[in-house]
């Protein structure tokens, strides 16, 4: 018997450091050499860990939430095989948990009987969380993959009620509690970080403006009467990101970061526009770049792809990181009035309400029109009120004369 010690591997992109996100083993368990051990949050994805040896766990680093540093010890293994840290065999690369699918190729091999009675589920971190969030118990689903291995369609299939659930006798005798704990990390701690960062730092300036979308819901519909039955449809987000993107050419204040390093302002020609998207593991923001040369369709359907890629954990770092300013709708929940905060190190947020019909005074007339209200915050440290305020004015006279939008 030999002693074998996994050290946190070098994840790229200048990492020091890693939380624990996640163990699928615990000390004692039998592993084959590939199987998946756990998973480490760094601050842009979850990476799932699989064991270059095959052995039994006989210490782990630390718990869920615990931070570890680049070649500090992780998991020990006691194996069969002469290897020892300092002589290890090659270590496989890490594996995004995020690219996990159906049908995707993934190393087969045959179930141990310590596998079979461990009671594992071998999943995701991406899948696990999103259980836990919808109160799923993982034990009751069946999965498609290598040693039953649950994916996300296997998942997905549960939720819609056509997959084949499984017995299980610790599920059945379990009873509700009365009180859930949940740690709070990974994606989520990355989050509650950020957030609590901008509320500090920032002295946020909300300004709530409403606008008549009356005619550019006529374009919309217009538009979408002469889609095809299979193609999307457009939604409000574009004409609004259009509409963005022409206004802050005449407020390069607001399309901006601040570097506080440096302690300067870093003002951008090019809008780079942040798509706040909630996905099943929290809020992310793709990034849907040079918003200011789409065309309509064109910007439509990258909102779409990237929020779409966001939810299923599919989106690229490089498409993850870069916004100059973000929009956050909450689509058909809407409401009346939000406060967002601001993206850091963003200088500003637009925030969409719900559109609603309502009666309205035009003329001296009451008359129904569709009103919607956008809801921003702004960096008062950078963005003057007035400023703050005449941009959103631009941005709502060209949402209320729609055709302005598409005018040099």
Known sequence: ?????????????????????????????FVEEEDPIG????????????TPVTGKVTSLAGEPGDMIAVGAPLIVFETDAQVTADNPVETPAPVPAETEQAGQPQPVAE???????????????????????VGIDLTRVSGSGPRGRILKADLDKYLTG??????????????????????????????????????????????????????????????????????????????IGLALA???????QINALYDREKNVINQYQTVHLGIATQTPAGLKVPVVRNCESR????????????????RDNKATRDELTGSTITITSLGKVGGIVTTPIINLPEVAIIGVNKAVERPVVVDGKMVIRTMMNLSSSFDHRFVDGYDAAMMIQQVKDMLEQPATIFMD
Do not use: C
């Open 1 to 29: 018997m030999s002693e074998y010690i996994f050290k946190l591997p070098d994840l790229g992109e200048g990492m020091v450091e890693a939380e624990i996100a996640e163990w699928m083993v615990k000390v004692g368990d």
């Open 39 to 50: 998973a480490v949050m760094t601050d842009k994805a979850a990476v799932e860990l699989t």
């Open 111 to 133: 179930e141990t009987p310590e596998e079979k009675h461990s009671g594992k589920v071998l999943t995701s971190p991406s899948i696990r969380q999103h259980a836990r969030e």
């Open 162 to 239: 056509d997959a084949t659930v499984t017995d299980s006798p610790k599920a059945s005798k379990e009873l509700p509690s009365a009180i859930t704990e949940i740690k709070v990390v990974g994606l989520r701690r990355i989050i509650a970080e950020r957030m609590t960062e901008a509320n500090r730092e920032v002295p946020h300036f909300a300004y709530v403006e409403e606008v008549d979308v009356t005619a550019l819901e006529s374009l919309r519909q217009h538009l979408n009467g002469k889609r095809a039955a299979d193609e999307d449809k457009l939604t409000l987000l574009p004409f």
């Open 246 to 252: 022409r206004a802050l050419t005449h407020f390069p």
């Open 295 to 310: 065309s309509l369709n064109n910007l439509a359907g990258e909102i779409r792809r990237l929020s779409t890629a966001a």
